[in-house]
């Protein structure tokens, strides 16, 4: 099993920047790691997600461009660099882990979720 612990999140306004860090514990296995969120009342939503080496990374078009993802295999960290934050990314933000090494986009394609993080976006 592997565990998944997200942090970073809390009140912004628009046009800050945030960090959300995603830390894994548990069994060490080769996983690319993805990110979702969740507003209310909508389904969970993929915003990003890398390889296990880090080389391939993929994006929704909503965030391209803003945001960032990135990991430390040594420190089993994945991080979610936001930039330019809009009201609409006031979500609950999940990491989650797919063993492999390849970037996938479909939150049925990942076994292992962290708990979230609420990120709320005022204008």
């Known amino acids: 099993q592997v565990q998944l612990v997200e942090s970073g999140g809390g009140l912004w306004q628009a046009g800050d920047s945030l960090r959300l860090s995603c830390a894994a514990s548990?069994?060490?296995?080769?996983?690319?790691m993805g990110w979702f969120r969740q507003a209310p009342g909508k389904e969970r939503d993929f915003v990003a997600a890398?390889?296990?080496?880090?080389?391939?990374?993929d994006y929704a078009d909503t965030v391209k461009g803003r945001f960032t993802i990135s990991r430390d295999n040594a420190k089993r960290m994945t991080y979610l660099q936001m930039n330019n934050l809009k009201p609409e990314d006031t979500a609950v933000y999940y990491c989650?882990?797919?063993?492999?090494?390849?970037?996938?986009?479909?939150?049925?394609?990942?076994?292992?979720w962290g708990q979230g993080t609420q990120v709320t976006v005022s204008s």
């Open positions: 989650a882990a797919r063993p492999g090494s390849q970037v996938k986009i479909r939150s049925t394609e990942y076994n292992y």
């Open positions: 548990g069994r060490s296995i080769i996983t690319s």
């Open positions: 890398i390889s296990w080496d880090g080389t391939t990374t």
